[in-house]
């Protein structure tokens, strides 16, 4: 695609549920990136993939959040078992390269999350 | 924790000005990178500066940084309302690949 696409741009979920953040990257990229964004924040890093496997997974906040990547391509992140405190945008971003740090990330629009 | 804080927090400016946004990080490394965000949603990168690098320009945006005090700076000439943003840093540390970003600064350009 031209761009990395999200799914879906907006979610409302109750308390305790199980929600599935789906992350497209422009095609070809290599490595992908899970940040979170809380109102007025910063980007909080939350795990790296270069092809299929992770890396870096120091950012997970706790056990309730995974992540996967098949084909070198989509990813999901999946929440567990929501809390109010995981509302925030969750932004996907990937880069061609091999995840250096001098690769420049390209963003999608995010997932906003909302958890009652 | 954050490798990069940005400051000011908040700016606002007439349309016409130069506005200028810093940014201090803690350890040693490779390079800094600036990003732009419109609305809360993704990040837009603009310039990239190396270590071994004091001032880079790319149009109206010149960036400069010192090693030495930990610290880069972003200025945007003759400012326009377009330009109103967020505005963050991000860095590596050195010998890891992971960008860490700042808490950015949120720019008012007022037409």
């Known amino acids: 695609g031209a761009g990395v696409s999200q799914s879906p741009s907006n979610k409302v979920t109750e308390k305790g549920k199980d929600v599935e953040l789906r992350c497209d990257p422009i095609?070809?990229?290599?490595?992908l990136y899970w940040y979170r964004q809380s109102l007025g924040q910063g980007l909080e890093f939350l795990i790296y993939?270069?092809?299929?496997?992770?890396?870096?997974k120091s950012g997970l906040p706790s056990d309730r959040f995974s992540a996967e990547r098949t084909g070198g391509s989509v990813s999901t992140l999946t929440i567990q078992r929501t809390q109010q405190e995981d509302s925030a945008v969750y932004l996907c971003?990937?880069?061609?390269?091999?995840?250096?740090?001098?690769?420049?990330?390209?963003f999608g629009p995010g997932t906003r999350l909302t958890v009652l | 924790s954050q490798q990069g804080e940005e400051d000011p927090q908040a700016l606002s400016i007439q349309e016409g000005e130069n506005a200028t946004m810093n940014c201090s990080y803690k350890?040693?490394?490779?390079?800094l990178q600036w990003y732009r965000q419109n609305s809360g949603r993704g990040l837009v990168h603009l310039i990239l500066?190396?270590?071994?690098?004091r001032e880079k320009h790319s149009g109206r945006l010149r960036v400069t940084l010192d090693t030495s005090k930990k610290s880069s700076s972003l200025l945007i000439t003759a400012s326009r309302a377009a330009d109103t943003a967020s505005y963050f840093c991000?860095?590596?540390?050195?010998?890891?690949?992971?960008?860490?970003f700042g808490t950015g600064t949120k720019l008012q350009v007022i037409p």
């Open positions: 971003a990937s880069s061609s390269q091999s995840g250096r740090s001098t690769d420049t990330q390209y």
């Open positions: 095609s070809g990229h290599t490595a």
């Open positions: 993939f270069q092809g299929n496997s992770a890396p870096d």
């Open positions: 350890t040693s490394i490779n390079n």
């Open positions: 500066i190396r270590s071994n690098e």
């Open positions: 991000a860095t590596d540390a050195r010998g890891y690949q992971k960008v860490t």
